[in-house]
C-alpha cells in the first residue's frame, strides 16, 4: 500500500485518549498533493490536524514533517507551535476582528521566517483578494473570508498547509464560489495539504490522496482513485462516488458534449465550458454503473467500456453486491444486485462491459 | 563623605523641627468636628505644634486605636470606650481626664404647634412617633432610654419610639416632621435652625455624658499630646467649646 | 471653604485614579488566570478576591487595618522594609480604594477574557506568534472593551468608596478625605449644604466617567 516511503512528508504515530475515545493513527503521508483526511464528525479528524499542529499536546505521539521531529514523546521532544512551519487554515476563518484584512495577511509574515519564499502578489492575485486588502473582517462575506484565511496562512511560507474543513461553514452557493479557488490552488501549490473534510463532493474534486478515519482508527488509506475503490470499506462510506482524472479530447458544442480520455479508455459526458486539452475530475457513483455481457448497440448509454471483474463483496444484507472492475488499469466499482449476477453468472475474471450513463458522470 | 555629611546635616535639621514643632495626631469623636477645628489652629499659633485630626465615631476610633492606628491622643464622646482602652493598656496612666460635658434636650419640629412642652407630654397624643437612639449602639439612644427610664415615662412612649442608627438621623427625622419629637444631645440642637429644644435634662439628673480625654499609650510624643489636652481644658478651649453648646464637667 | 472642595475633589480623582492603576496589571492577570488556565486553589483565590463585593465594607476595612495597621503582619513588614506607614495617611485611602475595586475589575476581565473566541489565539500561534505575542498582539486588543468597562466600574467604585476607607484612614482633614467621607462628615455635622456641595461633585464626576468610557468604546468599536 505505501508506495511513498522515500517522497513522505509526514510521519505521524499519533494516541490520545480522551473521556473515552481513542485516537490511534499511524500515518506516512505523500510530500505532494493534496490529502484528504475524510471521516464522519467525531472520527478525529480534526484532534488529528491539532495535533500536527500543536494546538493539543497529546502524549506518546511521534511527529516528523519534511526530517524535521516536531513532537517524539519518547524523547521528551515538543516544537512549540510557533515553531512549526504551518498554515492553519480553520472552519470559521478565524481572521482577527481588530486587525483589517491587510494586517490579517501580515500578521504571520513578520512573525516567523518564512519556510519557503512566498510570491504575494500572485497569491492575493490567485485567490481573488486584491480589492479586500482595505476591508474589515466582518464586512467580508463567508467566502470572501475564508480566502483571505487562506491567504493568510499560506503568506506565512509555511511548510505544510493544514485545513480543517474550510468549507463546512459555507453555504452551497459560497461553496461553488470558493471551490475554484482551491482547485487553482491544489495545481500551483508547491507544499503538501492537509484537508479535512466531511464531505465526499469536496474530497472527490480535491483530494490525491486519501485517509479514511472512523472511531479514531483508519480504516483505508492510499491514492484517492483506488482507495475509493476498494472493495472492503465500511458500509457508511460505500457510496461516496469513485474518481476518474482524464483530458478533453473533444467538444461537441451542439450536443455540449465532451468526451475526455483516460488510461482506461474515453468517456462521454455533458459539460459546455472546458477546453480541448484541459484536465479534468469526474465522479461516478458506482450504483450508476451497470454491467453486460456483450457491448449491447442500441442503447441510450452512451458509455460502453470493457472491463474484468477483480473482485466481489456483498452489501446491504446479501441483497448488493460491489463488483470491482478493472477497466484498462483504472478501478472502478458497480454497484448491482445479486440476482442479477446470478443470472449473468459473473465471477472474478470475466470480461464484461461497464455500462455508464453520460448524465451519471458528474463534474 | 560627602553623602555622609549631608545625612547628618539632615538628621539634625529633623531633630530641630521635632524639637522646635512637634505634629500629633489626635482622634476625636466625630461631635467636636467644629469646635476642634476653630481651637486646632488657634493652638498651633500659639505653640508652633501642629495637630491633625482623625474624626469617627468613638466605637470606630477605639477599635482603630486598638489595631494600632497611629494615634497620640483620644477624645472620646463616652466614658464607655475610654474605660475599653484603659482596660486593654492602651492608654498612657495618669493622663485622662474628663474634658466635657453634654446633655440631652428634647427636640420639636420648629414649625409644629406646641403641643409638646416637655417630657411629660410625650405619652400624650402628641406625639405619634419619638425618634432616639438605638438604645443598644448610639451613646445618645442609650443615654435617652436611662433617662426615660428614671422618669418612669419609657414604658408609655416605648411603642412609639423610632430607634435610628445615629444622632444626625435623629434630628433629621424631627427636622423633616416624620417623628413628632426627639431626644439629641443639645450640641446637635444647636446645629439645626429646623428644630426647637423643648425641655432640658438638668446635669445633676444623674445622666452621665461626659467627654473623656487621654494620651494614646504607644504615642511617640506623649508630652505634646499631654500638652494639647492640658491646652483643651484651658479657658481660651473652654469658651470655644462653649459657644458648640458643651458644658464644663462639674 | 471653596479651596477645601476643590482640594477634596483632585484627591478623590488622584486616588482614585492611583487605585484603580495599581490594580490593572494584577487584575487583568488573575482575570485571565482564572479564565483561562486550571490551577490548584482558583477557587479559593477566586472566593477570596470576590469577598469584598460580599462583606460590608467596613468589615473589609477592619481586616485591612488589623493587616496593614502597626501591629498587623503586613504593617510591621512594610515599615521594617520600606519605613512605611500606610494606615491614617493617604496611601490607606489608595489601599481601600484598590481592594474594594479590584473583584470588579478582575470579574469584568475574567468574562472579557472567556468571551473571546479561542480559535482566534489558536490562529495566531499557528502562525507563529509566541504566547505572549498572542497576549498582547490578539487576546488584550480583542478584550479591551470589557477590560475597558471594567476599569471605569473599578474607578467608579473607587471615587465613592467609603466603608473601608473611613476605617483604615480615618477622616483627616486635608489628608485622608475623599469626596464620599467629606460628604458622611458634613451630613454628620448638619452642614447640608456643603454635603449637597460634595455630592454635585461626585454625581458630576460619575457622569463624566461614564460618558467617557462610553465616548472611548463608541471611538473603538470592537
Redesign the interface.
Known amino acids: 500500500m505505501s508506495t511513498m516511503p522515500d517522497t513522505a512528508l509526514l510521519r505521524t504515530r499519533l494516541l490520545r485518549r480522551h473521556s473515552g475515545f481513542t485516537l490511534d493513527v499511524d500515518l506516512v503521508l505523500p510530500g505532494r498533493g493534496v490529502t484528504a483526511l475524510f471521516g464522519h464528525s467525531g472520527s478525529g479528524k480534526t484532534t488529528c490536524l491539532r495535533i500536527i ?3 493539543e499536546r497529546a502524549p506518546g505521539c511521534h511527529i516528523e514533517v519534511n526530517g524535521e521531529v516536531w513532537q517524539d514523546d519518547a524523547r521528551g521532544l515538543f516544537v ?5 512551519a ?3 487554515v ?1 472552519q ?1 476563518a ?1 481572521l ?3 486587525l483589517n484584512v491587510a494586517q490579517n495577511l501580515a ?2 509574515k513578520t ?2 521566517p518564512a519556510a519557503r519564499p512566498v510570491d504575494d502578489r500572485a497569491l492575493i492575485t490567485l485567490l481573488g483578494i486584491d480589492h479586500l486588502l482595505n476591508r474589515q473582517p466582518a464586512s467580508l462575506s463567508g467566502g470572501e473570508r475564508q480566502r483571505v484565511a487562506i491567504a ?2 499560506l503568506l ?1 511560507g509555511p511548510r505544510l498547509l ?1 485545513m480543517d474543513e474550510p468549507l463546512a461553514a459555507l453555504d452551497l452557493a459560497r461553496k461553488r464560489e470558493i471551490l475554484p479557488y482551491l482547485e487553482r490552488l491544489h495545481t500551483t501549490l508547491e507544499i503538501p495539504v492537509l484537508y479535512v473534510s466531511h464531505s465526499p463532493d469536496e474530497v472527490v474534486r480535491l483530494a490525491d490522496h486519501l485517509v479514511i478515519l472512523d472511531g479514531g482508527r483508519v480504516v483505508a488509506e492510499g491514492p484517492l482513485t483506488t482507495t475509493l475503490t476498494r472493495l472492503d470499506l465500511p458500509t457508511t462510506f460505500a457510496d461516496v462516488g469513485m474518481v476518474i482524472e482524464g483530458v478533453v479530447a473533444a467538444c461537441d458544442a451542439d450536443y455540449r458534449m465532451i468526451t475526455l480520455d483516460f488510461p482506461g479508455g474515453s468517456l462521454r459526458l455533458v459539460h459546455d465550458a472546458l477546453r480541448v486539452g484541459s484536465k479534468l475530475r469526474v465522479q461516478i457513483k458506482s450504483r450508476d454503473v451497470s454491467l453486460s455481457l456483450h457491448a449491447a448497440g442500441d442503447t441510450s448509454i452512451l458509455n460502453v467500456l470493457p472491463a474484468i471483474i477483480t473482485g466481489e463483496t456483498m452489501q446491504g444484507d446479501g441483497g448488493h453486491v460491489l463488483v470491482g472492475l478493472d477497466i484498462g488499469g483504472v478501478p472502478l466499482n458497480a454497484r448491482i444486485t445479486r440476482m442479477s449476477r446470478d443470472q449473468l453468472g459473473l465471477k472474478i475474471g470475466h470480461r464484461v462491459h461497464a455500462q455508464i450513463k453520460a448524465v451519471s458522470v458528474l463534474t | 563623605m560627602k553623602p555622609r555629611l549631608f545625612l547628618s546635616l539632615l538628621a539634625g535639621l529633623c531633630l530641630a523641627l521635632t524639637a522646635s514643632a512637634a505634629e500629633i495626631t489626635v482622634f476625636a469623636a466625630a461631635s467636636l468636628t467644629n469646635a476642634l477645628a476653630e481651637i486646632g489652629p488657634a493652638y498651633t499659633a500659639a505653640t508652633g505644634d501642629t495637630v491633625r485630626f482623625n474624626f469617627g465615631s468613638s466605637g470606630a476610633l477605639a477599635r482603630q486605636i486598638k489595631e494600632g492606628a497611629p494615634a497620640d491622643a483620644f477624645l472620646s464622646a463616652d466614658q464607655l470606650r475610654a474605660d475599653q482602652l484603659e482596660k486593654a493598656g492602651l492608654l498612657l496612666p495618669g493622663t485622662r481626664r474628663t474634658l466635657l460635658a453634654n446633655t440631652l434636650v428634647l427636640i420639636v419640629n420648629k414649625d409644629a404647634p406646641a403641643a409638646v412642652k416637655g417630657f411629660a407630654d410625650l405619652p400624650g397624643k402628641a406625639v405619634r412617633r419619638l425618634a432616639i437612639g438605638e438604645p443598644k449602639t448610639v451613646p445618645a439612644g442609650t443615654y435617652a432610654k436611662k433617662w426615660l427610664q428614671s422618669q418612669k415615662l419609657w414604658s408609655g412612649v416605648i411603642d412609639k419610639c423610632v430607634p435610628l442608627d445615629n444622632v444626625r438621623s435623629v434630628l433629621a427625622a424631627v427636622e423633616t416632621g416624620n417623628a413628632d419629637a426627639g431626644l439629641v444631645y443639645k450640641t446637635d440642637a444647636l446645629i439645626s435652625k429646623h428644630v426647637t429644644v423643648v425641655a432640658e435634662v438638668p446635669l445633676s439628673d444623674g445622666l452621665d455624658i461626659t467627654y473623656p480625654a487621654a494620651v494614646v499609650k504607644d504615642s511617640r510624643q506623649p508630652e505634646a499630646a499631654k500638652a494639647f489636652l492640658d491646652y483643651l481644658s484651658g479657658p481660651k478651649s473652654r469658651e470655644t467649646f462653649a459657644r458648640y453648646g458643651f458644658l464644663s464637667p462639674n | 471653604m471653596p479651596d477645601n472642595i476643590v482640594q477634596i475633589m483632585f484627591f478623590t480623582l488622584w486616588v482614585a485614579a492611583l487605585g484603580t492603576a495599581c490594580i490593572l496589571p494584577p487584575g487583568i492577570l488573575l482575570g485571565w488566570l482564572l479564565a483561562r488556565k486550571r490551577w490548584p486553589g482558583k477557587t479559593v483565590v477566586e472566593t477570596i478576591v470576590a469577598l469584598p463585593l460580599v462583606i460590608p465594607p467596613v468589615a473589609t476595612g477592619l481586616i485591612l487595618l488589623k493587616l496593614f495597621g502597626r501591629r498587623g503582619p503586613l504593617g510591621r513588614l512594610c515599615e521594617q522594609l520600606f519605613g512605611l506607614e500606610i494606615v491614617f495617611t493617604w496611601k490607606a485611602v489608595v489601599l481601600a480604594t484598590a481592594v474594594m475595586s479590584f473583584p470588579l475589575l478582575v470579574r469584568a476581565a475574567r468574562v472579557a477574557f472567556e468571551e473571546i473566541d479561542r480559535r482566534l489565539e489558536d490562529a495566531a500561534g499557528t502562525l507563529g506568534a509566541r504566547p505572549l505575542d498572542v497576549f498582547f498582539s490578539i487576546t488584550l486588543p480583542l478584550a479591551r472593551r470589557g477590560l475597558l468597562a471594567g476599569t471605569v466600574l473599578a474607578f467608579a467604585r473607587a471615587l465613592g468608596e467609603f466603608g473601608a476607607t473611613v476605617m483604615i484612614a480615618g477622616m483627616i482633614p486635608g489628608e485622608t478625605i475623599t469626596l464620599s467621607l467629606g460628604i458622611y462628615q458634613h451630613v454628620q455635622l448638619g452642614e447640608d449644604s456643603a454635603a449637597l456641595g460634595l455630592l454635585g461633585i461626585s454625581v458630576a464626576l460619575a457622569f463624566a466617567a461614564v460618558w467617557g468610557s462610553e465616548r472611548l468604546l463608541r471611538k473603538h468599536p470592537a
Do not use: E, Q, S
Not at chain 1, 80 to 84: S, V, W
Open positions: 499542529a500543536g494546538l512549540p507551535m510557533h515553531r512549526r504551518i498554515g492553519y480553520f470559521d478565524a482577527f476582528p481588530h500578521y504571520g512573525r516567523r493568510r496562512a506565512a493544514l
